[in-house]
């Protein structure tokens, strides 16, 4: 029995509505708080670490270089 195309249509417009909820739900994550000077910085202070669930650094770019 032959797929009517109608059908896969429909499927794909509950998916891409699905990932549309998704999207508004996502917030990206602006600020960060440095473990070493308690201080709230913007993300881009701090540096990149993959290891890390957020992909960042728990000490800021600054208190690094005061560090060494």
């Known amino acids: 029995m ?3 195309s109608f059908e ?3 499927r794909y417009s509950d998916v ?3 990932l549309e909820e998704r999207k508004s739900h996502i917030t990206p994550i602006l600020f960060r ?3 070493k000077c308690g201080e709230t ?3 881009f202070k701090f540096s ?3 290891r890390n669930t957020d992909d960042r650094v728990g000490i800021c770019k ?3 270089s005061k560090e060494s």
Request: overall charge positive.
């Open 2 to 4: 032959a797929k009517k």
């Open 8 to 10: 896969f249509d429909t």
């Open 16 to 18: 891409e509505q699905e």
């Open 33 to 35: 708080v440095c473990s």
């Open 41 to 43: 910085k913007l993300i």
């Open 48 to 50: 990149k670490d993959k």
């Open 62 to 64: 600054e208190c690094r």
